[in-house]
């Protein structure tokens, strides 16, 4: 079992939709969770960070995080197309120093 | 600006060739890391350093060395043991050890001749 499993995509939904990305992991000492955003050939830049149980807004994005069951979210209100991108969950255990990263869900937005 | 700023942006290696990628960051941060991508996949963790002259292997660390003599440079070396190592390689930084959000450059695409 991989540490950080995220639903295989790809994942398309209409311009205007909510998309949704959904995220495992499965060490419960973990304690901050990102969303990065990656286009194709580019790095990833950080769109969201979560640390307590619950969600957070920022703007159309919403991360939600749900420790007991160890699962958190990306949701995307409003998709445009220019959210079309590969998203990476990242996991981060402090006490280890360093994140664990999921294969990604590639989203694709249709005008 | 501040940034991190990795070279070259492509890179091409000969059989039995050790090549070195390079990393800068101007942010003042303490955490810098090396994660290498393969297509379509996530990034696996090569080394990392918390501080200067320190660093620990990652989860894939056997092929590769790192120093760590500046707080500001943290270049990646890919020796000819690496037999593999056509890959997408990112440098990050975080601000503190304990801090992972992480910022990345822009990353050198490795390919073998």
């Known amino acids: ?111 | 600006d501040g940034g991190i700023t990795q070279s070259p942006k492509y890179l091409f290696r000969k059989e039995g060739q050790n090549v070195t990628l390079s990393c800068e960051q101007n942010l003042n941060h303490d955490a810098m890391y090396w994660y290498r991508q393969d297509p379509g996949q996530g990034l696996r963790l090569i080394y990392y350093s918390q501080i200067v002259n320190d660093f620990q292997k990652g989860d894939i660390a056997e092929g590769y060395s790192v120093s760590r003599e500046k707080k500001e440079s943290f270049p990646l070396t890919v020796t000819s043991a690496q037999k593999n190592p056509t890959a997408f390689y990112l440098c990050a930084s975080s601000p503190r050890v304990t801090n992972e959000k992480l910022f990345f450059g822009s990353g050198t695409q490795l390919s073998v001749l």
């Open chain 1, 1 to 111: 079992q991989k540490e950080v499993e995220q639903n295989s995509g790809p994942l398309s939904v209409p311009e205007g939709a909510i998309a949704s990305l959904n995220c495992t992991y499965s060490d419960r000492g973990s304690q901050s969770f990102f969303w990065y955003r990656q286009y194709s050939g580019k790095s990833p830049e950080l769109i969201m960070f979560i640390y307590s149980n619950g969600d957070k807004e920022d703007g159309r994005f919403t991360a939600q995080l749900n420790k007991a069951s160890q699962y958190v979210s990306l949701l995307i209100r409003d998709s445009q197309p220019s959210d079309s991108a590969t998203y990476l969950c990242a996991v981060t255990n402090t006490n280890a120093g360093k994140s664990t990263f999921g294969d990604g869900t590639t989203l694709t937005v249709k005008p």
